[in-house]
């Protein structure tokens, strides 16, 4: 099984509310991560996606993302967030999708402070679009731990 | 049935994830709300409260407070959060209690603003404690619309 595959079982495993939230992985290639999860279970009073929903879809995608490059460089990985702003720019009536990319020099910067210190600290940006429109901006710094 | 005893089931009804979290309305005395959650149901790979959780309880916490304070003014209430900034100063391995504070003059400023405009715009500051030290701060900007 790939450490994408496993991903998922981790999540639901390790973190029980993303099951009754219904998050999965949607897609991966190398550099970005997509994680879904249907409308139904996080609808709020308006019909639309809670904003602790779209929250934690995108805080997840980022610290999935940072899991998943850690794992396959075979490092010990301890990832938690340390402070995160969000901008809730569109309701989002419909499942949703959180994107997070992070480019090869900012891995690169943390390998090359994991080497060096106990600990690398990374923003990473987490988006959520309704029709192609950015709903959800998450701007996240999370803390690598060795 | 006062509102605050509503507001639980609202909350359960209308925001269905906030049943599987198992948020409380833990008390409420008309400027200061408390919402609790239990860790079991929220918690994360470390054993600790996860930070998508802990937001949810915040944001919701600053939520449910204009909620009150509109529906006890007899106020037709729509209340959304904006933007949001949260800062993750301990980990918090108990069960959760997220505290609000609103004083009189910000909530004379929201109903002079809803008067005379179709929204108002208010901060709200929400702190989850372990162990009386702050361990989330969460800063939201809501809007309220008429």
């Not at 949703?96 to 090359?112: G, K, S, V, Y």
């Not at 690398?120 to 679009?129: C, H, K, N, T």
Request: proline letters at 5%; hydrophobic letters at 45%; glycine letters at 4%.
């Amino acid at each position: 099984m790939t450490h994408a595959a496993a991903l998922e079982q981790t999540l639901h495993r390790d973190i029980p509310i993303t099951r009754e939230m219904g998050i999965r992985v949607a897609a991966y290639d190398s550099n970005q991560l997509r994680l879904s999860a249907p409308l139904s279970p996080n609808v709020n009073d308006k019909g639309t996606a809670f904003g602790g929903s779209l929250y934690s879809l995108a805080v997840l995608c980022g610290w999935s993302l940072l899991h998943l490059k850690l794992k396959e460089a075979g490092l010990p990985h301890n990832v938690v967030i340390h402070e995160a702003n969000v901008r809730y720019l569109l309701p989002v009536s419909q499942d949703m999708t959180a994107e997070c990319r992070i480019d090869d020099e900012a891995l690169a910067q943390m390998f090359a402070a994991l080497e060096n210190h106990d600990r690398a600290r990374l923003p990473l940006d987490v988006v959520i679009r309704q029709n192609e429109h950015p709903a959800l901006a998450f701007s996240g710094r999370y803390v690598v731990l060795k």
